[in-house]
């Protein structure tokens, strides 16, 4: 497809489970973005790539959140131990290499820790 | 640090009826600045975008205006349709540093036909 896929489209974990969720960006963007969407509220940011690369890492709540992307394309972002705080949506857009490009954003993970 | 938000959590609106929703923006570095739509179950969806050097600009059907000044941005929605009916949320980023954009809680717009 032409836009930004997710998936799963819905997670549903117990408690201290690790997860991966998964991302793939629109064919030659080569920014990466990751969000949380908590119910009812706006996007949160999480983390940035450039590339394979991570330049911003500041937005990760935990040292349980990790992200890596390799090849330039697909990511994965990776929850340890995952808690009922850790419930919300995870969207994933991305955009061109240039300052402020659009970013185009996936229909997201419904991620739900019981 | 970076603050977004908006005056009014949910706006109703009559179908054909003009739309106006409201953004305040604290960081007065932020230079561009993006609506989106979000739909139940979907993702943010692209709507029209504003760079600091403007104050104005249309799109169909959508205009968004710029103030600095207040630090507060708009968006209209003109002749609204059932299609409408979402939660916006406006965005802002700053020129330097990553390109992560900041977002406001969020409008509802219901549209009643």
Request: proline share 4%.
């Amino acid at each position: 497809g032409a836009g930004v896929s997710q998936s799963p489209s819905n997670k549903v974990t117990e408690k201290g489970k690790d997860v991966e969720l998964r991302c793939d960006p629109i064919s030659g963007h080569t920014a990466l973005y990751w969000y949380r969407q908590s119910l009812g509220q706006g996007l949160e940011f999480l983390i940035y790539f450039q590339g394979n690369s991570a330049p911003d890492k500041s937005g990760l709540p935990s040292d349980r959140f990790s992200a890596e992307r390799t090849g330039g394309s697909v990511s994965t972002l990776t929850i340890q131990r995952t808690q009922q705080e850790d419930s919300a949506v995870y969207l994933c857009a991305s955009s061109g290499r240039a300052h402020q490009e659009t970013q185009y954003f996936g229909p997201g993970t419904r991620l739900l820790v019981l | 640090g970076e603050s977004v938000g908006l005056h009014l959590p949910t706006l109703s609106v009559q179908e054909g009826d003009n739309s106006i929703i409201n953004c305040a923006y604290s960081n007065s570095a932020s230079d561009y600045f993006i609506w989106y739509k979000q739909e139940s179950g979907k993702g943010p969806q692209f709507i029209i975008d504003i760079r600091s050097n403007m104050d104005k600009r249309q799109g169909q059907r959508v205009t968004v205006l710029l103030n600095k000044t207040v630090k507060h941005l708009s968006l209209q929605i003109a002749a609204t349709q059932p299609g409408d009916s979402a939660v916006y949320f406006c965005a802002e980023n700053t020129p330097t540093g990553a390109n992560n954009l900041f977002f406001g809680t969020g409008t509802r717009l219901t549209v009643i036909p």
